[in-house]
């Protein structure tokens, strides 16, 4: 069952896959076997991962262990070191390093946003992309995290992978524009009819 998403990826020219199994099922396996395929590929020239820190050791982990993907993470704790490596000013850690796992919370802020918007690979993996999409109702916190993932987004040639066991929180404006990031059209369907509900899984 962990091949379905990856069957599905490889029909799409640019890969915009909403990964929504239940908590255990295996999304960090099926999004980086996604993620190793389209490198091995070329169709995808870097990878970037964007989770909680909490998080960031254990994709690092799996990325190395299960798909010789070897990613640098970017947390505040980080920062200073990767640098030291880079050439110049206007270079940038995302120019430097092919593959790397970033704290959402870091980067979503103003002072690292568009140097990362800028830089940013062509295939990009989001963890937990529920707490990343506003419904109306949301925090300033998540505003800034929505506004970094649309604008990634709207590259329509990046691939983009959004990783969640809780696609719908019970309010339909999050569910819409987390939908609405893979896809413009899809938020315009009408949820509760059969055919469009066909539609969205095709």
């Known amino acids: 069952y962990q091949l379905v998403p990856l069957l599905m990826a490889l ?6 896959l ?3 199994d239940d908590v255990g099922i295996g999304k960090t396996i099926e999004a980086s076997l996604i993620a190793s395929e389209l490198l091995a590929q070329g169709t995808a020239t870097g990878l970037t991962v964007l989770c909680s820190p909490a998080l960031a050791e254990q994709w690092q982990e799996e990325l190395a262990s299960k798909f010789r993907i070897d990613a640098e993470l970017v947390l505040p704790s980080t920062v200073k070191r990767l640098q030291k490596n880079l050439i110049g000013d206007d270079q940038s850690i ?3 390093y092919q593959h790397t796992v970033v704290s959402t919370d870091f980067i979503k802020s103003p002072r690292h946003r568009d140097d990362f918007l800028r830089a940013c690979p062509d295939l990009v993996i989001v963890d937990e992309a529920h707490t990343c999409v506003a419904d109306g109702s949301t925090s300033g916190g998540r505003t800034l995290r929505y506004d970094l993932v649309r604008r990634l987004a709207a ?3 990046r691939h983009l992978l959004l990783v969640t066991a809780t696609p719908h929180s019970g ?3 999050g569910f819409r524009n987390l939908i609405g990031l893979l896809d413009p059209d899809l938020p315009k369907l009408n949820l509760d009819d059969a055919k469009g509900d066909r539609k969205s899984v095709v």
Request: proline share 0%; charged share 55%.
């Open 11 to 16: 029909r799409q020219e640019t890969v915009r």
């Open 18 to 20: 909403l990964i929504a």
């Open 94 to 96: 995302f120019d430097f």
């Open 155 to 157: 590259d329509e040639k």
């Open 171 to 173: 309010k339909d404006e």
